[in-house]
């Protein structure tokens, strides 16, 4: 059974940047996609980034250009998202998922970690 644990997470100031990391135990990583989600307050889980298991990545229009998730299936069983150019609205809960379905919807995706919560100061 797959399991996600995130960390990196934190308080910074808007420019700042900050690598998330998601440790996967448990599965055969490498024929798993990986995702970042995030959710505020009072608003729906959204997506974020994804990679693919053959590295493919998608990302959200909102930090397209800003955020970069990355993956290394033949060394270590992690996946980062690398956020330079942090907003205030980028303040959210961060969460990790594996799944099998190449998609954005939260609702589609198996695993998820208990999630990082990230804060970004104006």
């Known amino acids: 059974q797959v399991q996600l644990v995130e960390s990196g997470g934190g308080l910074v100031q808007a420019g700042d940047s900050l690598r998330l990391s998601c440790a996967v135990s448990?599965?055969?990583?490498?024929?798993?996609?990986m995702a970042w989600f995030r959710q505020a307050p009072g608003t729906e889980r959204e997506f974020v980034a994804r990679?693919?298991?053959?590295?493919?990545?998608?990302y959200a229009d909102s930090v397209k250009g800003r955020f970069t998730i990355s993956r290394d299936n033949a060394k270590i069983t992690v996946v980062y998202l690398q956020m330079n150019s942090l907003k205030p609205e980028d303040t959210a809960l961060y969460y990790c998922?594996?799944?099998?379905?190449?998609?954005?919807?939260?609702?589609?995706?198996?695993?998820w970690g208990q999630g990082t919560q990230v804060t970004v100061s104006s």
């Open positions: 998922a594996s799944g099998i379905v190449n998609t954005p919807l939260p609702a589609r995706w198996r695993t």
């Open positions: 990679v693919l298991w053959d590295g493919t990545t998608y």
């Open positions: 448990g599965g055969t990583f490498s024929r798993y996609h």
